[in-house]
C-alpha cells in the first residue's frame, strides 16, 4: 500500500471518526474506508448519518438503530464484513430510554410523553450525541473489531466530540432534583410553594415560557432522570473511548478555500481537545492525467475557452489549498499525516462497484 | 443569471440548500449587489465558526457585527448570546435575564429544552429585520443551515404554537411566524448544483418544504452550471484530449442534471405559479477575498473568460 498512515489506520485501528464541513463526500467516504477495511479482513460496523439516505438507499442499508450486512460478492475475495446502519434519531433515542430507564414501566411512560415525543422526533436533537452512544454500544460488541464512525453533515462537526461532557454540567450538584423536583410539586401544590432558590429560579423561566410548559417539562425530566444519568454515564465511557491509541480521526475536505477553513478549523480543535488526525483526505480534486495534459494545451485556447479558463484557476487553486491546508494541519498538530487525494467524478458515487472503485484509487494514492 | 430584484424588496432572505454547494457564496453576492444597490444590508450566518466574514477577507471575529464595506456588515449569531439577546432586547426582560438565565445551572438546564434554539434564532432574525430601533437593515440575508436543518428550524415555531408551551414565548412565536409567512418581506432562495445525487435531493426536498415552511419558497439557484463554449466543442470535436474529455463529460453530467432538476419544479409548480429557476456560472476556483462587483457580476451569470450561463 502506497500510504503508510492508510495501511496503519485500516490495520490497526479499533475505532475510525470522519470529520469534515458538510458536502464534501465524508459519508461516502465512510463506506469507502469501511470496505477497505474488510478488504484488509476486519469486521466493520458502519454507522452513519446521512440525512440524505440516497447512497444508503442505493446500497440497501436500512434507516434505524440496527446494523444490516452489506451484501459484498463472494468474487471479490473480500476477507473481512461490513455491516452498516443508517441512523435514524428516534430509533436510536428509544433504545437509550430502554437501556437507561429503571423499569420498562416508566420507559414506556418517557415513550409516551408529549415533551418526549417532540423532541426525539420533530425538532432537531442532539444526533450527534446518540451516534457516540451508538459508538460506545457497539464497542462492547464483540462481533466488530473495526467500527467506522461518519458525523453529521453541519458547521458544527466538532460538537460531536465535545457532547459527551454536555450533560455533565447538568448533572452537577444533582442540578435537575434542585431545579425541577419543587416544580414538578408546585404543579401538584400551586406555585405558592414556591420559595427557594432553585423554585425562584424556576418561576423566572416559567415567565417566559409559560408555566404549564415548564410542569410539563419538569415532570418529563423527573420520569428521565435516571435515563439522563444513563446518558451521562456513556458520556462518561465515550470520552475515554475517543481517547484510546486505537481510536484514530480522518479529516475529509474538497481543495476550495472555504471547505479548508473549516478543515482548518476542525485541526486546530482536535488538537485544542487532544486529539489527531491521523489521515487527510481531498476529495473531488482534478484527475492527475487532466492536470498534466493541461500544461500542454496552447494559452491561446485557455483564453478563449470560459471551461478551459476556469479548469486553470481550479488547478492553481487546488494546489495552493492543498500545501496551505497540509501546512496548517502540521502545524496544529505537530505532525500532519501526508495528504490523501481522489479524483473527481463525472457521476456521484451511487453503486457498490463505484466505491469499491474509490477505494482502490485511494489505495493507490501515495500523494502527488 | 439570477434577477435579484424581486428578492431587494424583502427585509428577510432565507438561502438554504445542501452543504458545499456554494449557499455562502449566493448570500455574499445577494447582499454585496444589494449594498452596492444602495440598501443598507446584513448578512446574517448561525455557525461554530465565521464563514462570511472570511469569504470578504475579515477576520473570524466571533458573535459580533463587523463591516464588510459601506453599507454592508456580517454578523455569526451564537446560541450563547442570542439567548441573551433574545431574552433583554426581544422579550424585554432585562432583569429577568440577570438574575436568572445569566445562572449557569439555568443555562445549562434551558440548552435542553427542545425546539428553543430554533425559536429564538428566528426570533432574533425577526428583531433584526423588522422591530430593532435605529439603523435597522433595508436587507438581512440569512445563510441559513443546510436542507435538514433548515426544515427542523422551519418547523419549530408550529411545534411550539402546538405543544404545551405559553407565555410571551408563544406570542412572540406567533409573531415570528406572521412574519415568515409574509411573501412580501420574506423568501427561501433554495442553492444547489448540477450534480445527480444532489439534484434528486432537491427534488425530494422542496416538496417537503414547500409543504412546510411558513416562509415562500422564492426561487431556486443552481451554481457551478458550464457556460456555452464554443471553443471546447471544437476542440473536443477534431482533437480529443483528457483535458476536453474530462470537461465535455462534466458538461454531459450537468445538462442531464438541470434537466432532471427542471422536470422536477415543473412537477412542484403544478397547480400553482412556476417557480423560477436561476443560473450561475462555474468559476472553477472562488478565490478570497471577493473584490468589489463580485456579487454582481457573478449574479449576472459572467463566468470564467467572459462566457455566461
Known amino acids: 500500500m502506497a500510504n503508510q498512515d492508510l495501511e496503519d489506520v485500516l490495520t490497526k485501528s479499533r475505532i475510525l471518526v470522519l470529520l469534515g464541513a458538510g458536502g464534501v463526500g465524508k459519508t461516502t467516504t465512510s463506506i469507502v474506508m469501511a470496505l477497505l477495511g474488510a478488504k484488509a479482513g476486519r469486521r466493520v460496523a458502519l454507522l452513519s448519518i446521512d440525512p440524505a439516505r440516497r447512497l444508503a438507499t442505493a446500497l440497501g442499508i436500512p434507516l434505524g438503530n440496527s446494523l444490516e450486512r452489506l451484501k459484498i460478492p463472494a468474487a471479490l475475495g473480500i476477507s473481512g464484513s461490513v455491516d452498516a446502519a443508517m441512523l435514524d434519531q428516534k430509533a436510536v433515542f428509544d433504545a437509550m430510554v430502554y437501556r437507561h430507564a429503571p423499569s420498562p414501566r416508566v420507559a414506556s411512560r418517557i415513550l409516551a410523553h408529549p415533551v418526549y415525543k417532540a423532541a426525539s422526533t420533530n425538532l432537531s436533537g442532539p444526533l450527534e450525541y446518540m451516534a457516540l452512544a451508538k459508538l460506545q454500544e457497539l464497542t462492547e460488541d464483540a462481533r466488530y473489531d473495526l467500527i467506522v464512525l461518519d458525523t453529521p453533515p453541519d458547521t458544527h462537526a466538532l460538537d460531536f466530540l465535545a457532547r459527551p461532557n454536555v450533560l455533565s454540567g447538568f448533572m452537577e450538584n444533582r442540578v435537575m432534583s434542585w431545579l425541577i423536583k419543587p416544580f414538578a410539586l408546585a404543579g401538584r401544590f400551586g406555585l405558592g410553594r414556591l420559595v427557594g432558590m432553585g423554585e425562584k429560579l424556576m418561576g423566572g423561566i416559567a415567565k417566559v415560557t409559560g408555566v404549564s410548559a415548564l410542569r410539563s417539562f419538569a415532570d418529563f425530566l423527573v420520569l428521565m432522570q435516571e435515563v439522563i444519568e444513563g446518558f451521562h454515564q456513556s458520556g462518561e465511557k465515550i470520552v475515554k473511548l475517543l481517547h484510546r491509541q486505537d481510536t484514530r480521526f480522518m479529516l475529509v475536505t474538497v481543495p476550495t478555500l472555504a471547505a479548508a477553513r473549516s478543515a482548518s478549523n476542525i485541526a486546530t480543535e482536535l488538537a485544542a481537545l487532544g486529539y489527531r488526525a491521523s489521515l487527510l483526505l481531498f476529495n473531488r480534486c482534478v484527475p492527475a492525467p487532466v492536470r498534466t495534459d493541461f500544461a500542454t494545451v496552447p494559452m491561446s485556447l485557455k483564453e478563449r475557452s470560459p471551461a478551459l479558463t476556469g479548469l486553470g484557476y481550479k488547478l492553481a487553486g487546488e494546489e495552493r489549498v492543498v500545501a496551505a491546508l497540509a501546512a496548517r494541519v502540521a502545524t496544529a498538530q505537530a505532525e500532519g499525516p501526508t495528504p490523501l487525494f481522489l479524483a473527481d467524478r463525472e457521476h456521484d458515487v451511487g453503486s457498490l462497484e463505484a466505491l469499491l472503485e474509490l477505494g482502490d484509487e485511494l489505495e493507490r494514492a501515495a500523494g502527488r | ?309
Request: glycine share 10%; charged share 20%; aromatic share 6%.
Open chain 2, 1 to 309: 443569471m439570477l434577477d435579484p430584484t424581486p428578492f431587494f424588496t424583502k427585509k428577510l432572505l432565507l438561502v438554504t440548500g445542501k452543504g458545499g454547494i456554494g449557499k455562502s457564496l449566493v448570500t455574499a453576492a445577494l447582499g454585496q449587489l444589494a449594498a452596492e444597490r444602495g440598501l443598507r444590508t446584513l448578512l446574517v450566518e448561525n455557525a461554530s465558526q465565521d464563514q462570511l466574514g472570511p469569504l470578504f477577507g475579515l477576520p473570524a471575529l466571533g458573535h459580533q457585527e463587523s463591516q464588510i464595506q459601506p453599507q454592508l456588515s456580517c454578523l455569526n449569531i451564537g446560541s450563547e448570546e442570542n439567548f441573551r439577546e433574545y431574552v433583554v432586547k426581544y422579550l424585554g426582560q432585562r432583569m429577568l435575564y440577570e438574575t436568572v438565565f445569566s445562572n449557569r445551572l439555568v443555562k445549562s438546564f434551558m440548552s435542553t429544552v427542545p425546539g428553543l434554539a430554533e425559536v429564538m434564532l428566528l426570533g432574533r432574525l425577526f428583531y433584526i429585520a423588522e422591530l430593532k430601533e435605529g439603523e435597522r437593515p433595508d436587507l438581512v440575508v440569512f445563510d441559513a443551515p443546510a436542507s435538514g436543518h433548515f426544515m427542523s428550524l422551519m418547523t419549530t415555531p408550529d411545534a411550539v404554537l402546538k405543544s404545551s408551551l405559553g407565555g410571551p414565548l408563544v406570542r412572540e412565536t406567533e409573531r415570528v411566524n406572521g412574519f415568515l409567512a409574509s411573501p412580501d418581506k420574506c423568501a427561501v432562495l433554495y442553492v444547489t448544483v448540477p450534480e445527480d445525487l444532489v439534484v434528486s435531493e432537491a427534488v425530494e426536498f422542496l416538496p417537503r418544504l414547500a409543504a412546510a415552511s411558513p416562509a415562500r419558497l422564492g426561487g431556486v439557484v443552481v451554481n457551478r452550471v458550464p457556460a456555452p463554449d464554443p471553443v471546447l466543442d471544437e476542440l473536443a470535436l477534431q482533437h480529443p484530449t483528457p483535458v476536453s474529455i474530462y470537461l465535455e463529460e462534466r458538461r454531459a453530467a450537468a445538462r442531464e442534471a438541470l434537466q432532471t432538476l427542471r422536470l422536477g419544479l415543473d412537477e412542484l409548480a403544478r397547480g400553482s405559479a412556476a417557480l423560477a429557476l436561476a443560473t450561475l456560472p462555474e468559476l472553477g476556483f472562488i478565490d478570497e477575498p471577493l473584490g468589489r462587483g463580485f456579487g454582481e457580476r457573478f449574479l449576472a451569470g459572467r463566468g470564467p473568460a467572459g462566457g455566461e450561463v
